[in-house]
């Protein structure tokens, strides 16, 4: 190669930070000739003037090499040690690729996985793997602290056979220290990116690493278990370094030799001298982004191609961004939060467990309800049922923080009582709002013919599906968080006696309760299993034609037929219906006229208008505004309104159905969204802007038939997913 000596091999290394600065010292210190190219001018000016310093304990040395800013730099690249931050290698490679010898290469001494981003750059044959775990920082122009012994691997990329090139490579770099040749680098950079995730975590708070990582063993442990699942799932075979051992850090781990591996890594950390991570002093002390996002790219990216969930990497790499700017921010209760979350797979699997050994108390008590009546149009049986409800919530949960009955003189009551939060993280302290309708379509006295009934795991009676058994879960979810002392957010149960009829007398005062509450649950029923994240709003309208009677026979063209009308407006209102964009309309009832022999004086149709969307509502309502008739004899009315507004899918909408989804698969379970064309309450809370989880509630079909029934199983597993959300949102 043309970089030469008769003695020593010469390098570049490319970004002199705290890896760089450290590794460049050590092979100038063995007498090669090294060059060190970094785009800050202070630091290049700082080498120039005294040399490259590095720091230990209270001592200070230095050896010259040359130091140049990328432009000021001229001639060919040979050996390449590559060492600036993650997110600047496309850019860093760009600028060597132009200038690298036919038979240089680049190795990158880099946090994450960068080797792709080169190879595409200057060839897999230019390109050479390396993990690296130096202890090191810059602390001020030209003066890198050595934070003591790491380690250091070179291999060939994708587990090739370990080649001359880098047998020659540790020998230079031993020069450092222990530097080995591997054809497993990708074993090591997986599970430095286990190491570097703990790492990251502990720069959500000030202070020590071992201290934090001690403390926060959960999240720790957490963190390395989604990594490890990722990479497992890659088939890597994980690699130990320094003090890490990453097999008792995946998750099937035993929990002894896990907290063994705890206690021997975090007594190491302690001998280090560096004490906190480069990531806490870019955002602490240098003021600048972290390099986290692109760390982790690859990790994020492999997870969701396999379906692995990574709710703590995401929540450490958000918590990171948000401290860009913002340093003071740092907290070790965001580590509590980390914690939390990371318990919240044992957690559901406690809560499944907990209430599966009471299934036969949810069934009971879904007997119970059921045999209530609670018909939507018999106001003594909704207040039995009121009656009912409020002494089997005092068994069930106990008294209240506060409860309100708030009386409607045509409707049922509406109940609602409030339960404060025990335990919860949540830096939103309004209360979730856990909705319901205790009314039912069913006739006073359809239990007489068709009572609550039970045959294995299914359940039938009037009411089961639609929604008795939605609030009994929702019950026995506060029920199970409270027995087993876990966390949870204030919760206000508010459930109405109206909502088959339309909500009239009730929606009023849900807006305004879901206006002070941090999101609703809505305990109807499931669709085939789905959460609801798409409703359609409901126009129910009359159109009325009035024409003119006269007798058919005697004189037919005396009078001006409604019938004759009314059948015209009906093909008009054909041309509404557009099902591409999610809007039908029904003509579901049509009267008119009072004699075959008299011409209509007078016709009624009856429509059902549901869209998917505020603007369809808005084109629909124009079009029926304008109206015209056709024979202008006749006059025609349009009367009625919207009864449910538009629920579409906002994203935090969709948020809140991503965290049931992620709480459904801690359960073992996946769900799915769904959006229907029935409208709930939840339509009302949607539109006033606040997010709602719909259709959390029973499993089964047959809404409002003969055919209505829910299952056992369904009972306690949607009893569990609403206890681990409810979990989760006490998590924030």
Same mark, same amino acid.
Request: negative net charge.
């Given at each position: 190669m043309n970089d030469t000596t008769a003695q020593r091999a010469a390098y570049t290394v490319v970004g002199a930070g705290a890896i760089g600065g450290t590794l460049a010292f050590a092979l100038a210190d063995a007498g090669h000739?090294?060059?060190?190219?970094?785009?800050?001018?202070?630091?290049?000016?700082?080498?120039?003037?005294g040399?490259?310093?590095v720091a230990r304990g209270g001592t200070r040395s230095s050896v010259p090499v040359t130091a140049v800013t990328p432009d000021e730099f001229e001639g060919t690249l040979g050996r390449v040690l590559l060492a600036v931050k993650a997110q600047a290698t496309g850019t860093a490679v760009d600028w060597i690729a132009p200038r690298l010898a036919p038979d240089g290469y680049v190795v990158s001494l880099q946090n994450g996985f960068n080797e792709a981003v080169i190879a595409e750059r200057v060839g897999a044959g230019r390109t050479v793997a390396a993990f690296v775990n130096i202890f090191a920082d810059v602390v001020e122009p030209g003066v890198v602290l050595d934070g003591g012994a790491g380690a250091l691997v070179i291999g060939e990329p994708d587990g090739a056979p370990v080649s001359a090139r880098v047998r020659d490579l540790v020998a230079d770099l031993q020069s450092w220290g222990p530097a080995v040749a591997s054809d497993n680098v990708e074993g090591y950079l997986w599970a430095k990116a286990g190491f570097g995730a703990m790492l990251a975590a502990t720069a959500l708070a000030d202070a020590p690493m071992a201290d934090l990582i001690d403390r926060h063993r959960p999240a720790m442990a957490g963190l390395t278990g989604e990594i490890f699942a990722v990479a497992d799932r890659l088939g890597v075979t994980l690699e130990p370094f320094d003090a890490f051992e990453p097999l008792p850090l995946r998750r099937a781990a035993d929990p002894a030799d896990r907290d063994g591996a705890f206690d021997r890594l975090t007594a190491w950390l302690r001998t280090q001298s560096k004490d906190r991570s480069g990531i806490w002093r870019d955002l602490a002390v240098r003021n600048r982004p972290v390099e986290v996002t692109t760390h982790y790219a690859d990790v994020f990216a492999h997870a969701d191609r396999a379906g692995l969930p990574t709710p703590l990497l995401r929540a450490v790499v958000d918590g990171l961004r948000g401290l860009e700017g913002a340093p003071q921010g740092m907290a070790e209760s965001r580590l509590d939060v980390l914690d939390r979350l990371a318990l919240a797979? $044992?957690?559901a699997t406690t809560v499944g467990r907990w209430l599966d050994e009471h299934r036969e108390e949810l069934v009971a008590d879904l007997a119970d309800y059921t045999s209530v009546g609670s018909a939507s149009d018999d106001p003594d049986a909704l207040d039995a049922c009121l009656v009912w409800l409020r002494d089997w919530l005092d068994?069930?949960?106990?008294?209240?923080?506060? $409860? $309100?009955?708030?009386?409607?003189? $045509?409707?049922g009551d509406i109940l609602v009582r409030r339960y404060p939060a025990r335990d919860s993280a949540s830096s939103d302290t309004r209360p979730v709002l856990l909705l319901g309708h205790y009314d039912t379509v069913w006739p006073t006295g359809t239990l007489d013919t068709w009572p609550f009934a039970r045959d294995g795991d299914r359940i039938t009676g009037p009411g089961v599906f639609d929604m008795k058994a939605g609030l009994v879960q929702a019950v026995w979810a506060l029920r199970a968080l409270d027995a087993l002392g876990l966390p949870r957010p204030a919760c206000t149960l508010m459930l109405n006696g109206d909502e088959e009829t339309g909500s009239l007398a009730s929606s009023g005062a849900i807006v305004d309760e879901a206006r002070g509450s941090r999101l609703a649950m809505v305990f109807e029923a499931a669709a085939d299993g789905a959460v609801k994240t798409a409703r359609k709003g409901v126009g129910l309208f009359t159109l009325t034609v009035t024409g003119s009677e006269a007798h058919a026979g005697l004189d037919p063209t005396a009078g001006a037929s409604a019938v004759d009308e009314l059948a015209h407006q009906i093909l008009r209102l054909g041309d509404l219906r557009d099902h591409a964009a999610g809007t039908s309309l029904n003509v579901g009832v049509v009267e008119g006229g009072t004699r075959s022999n008299v011409t209509a004086g007078r016709a009624v149709a009856r429509l059902d208008v549901r869209v998917a969307s505020e603007a369809e509502r808005l084109r629909v309502t124009r079009a029926l505004a304008e109206l015209t008739p056709v024979d202008a004899r006749t006059r025609v009315e349009i009367t009625g309104d919207w009864n449910r507004p538009v629920f579409e899918r906002t994203a935090r909408v969709a948020a809140l159905a991503e965290l049931a989804r992620r709480c459904a698969g801690l359960l073992g379970h996946d769900l799915a969204e769904a959006s229907v064309g029935g409208a709930s309450d939840g339509n009302f809370v949607a539109a006033a802007g606040v997010p709602v989880l719909d259709g959390i509630g029973a499993l089964g079909s047959g809404a409002h038939a003969r055919s209505e029934n829910t299952s056992v199983s369904g009972l306690v597993g949607r009893a569990a997913l609403a206890a681990t959300v409810l979990g989760a949102l006490a998590d924030d």
């Open positions: 000739p090294v060059t060190v190219v970094d785009a800050d001018a202070a630091h290049v000016a700082a080498i120039r003037a040399g490259l310093v797979p $044992e957690r068994r069930r949960l106990g008294a209240p923080d506060a $409860e $309100e009955i708030l009386p409607r003189a $045509e409707a």
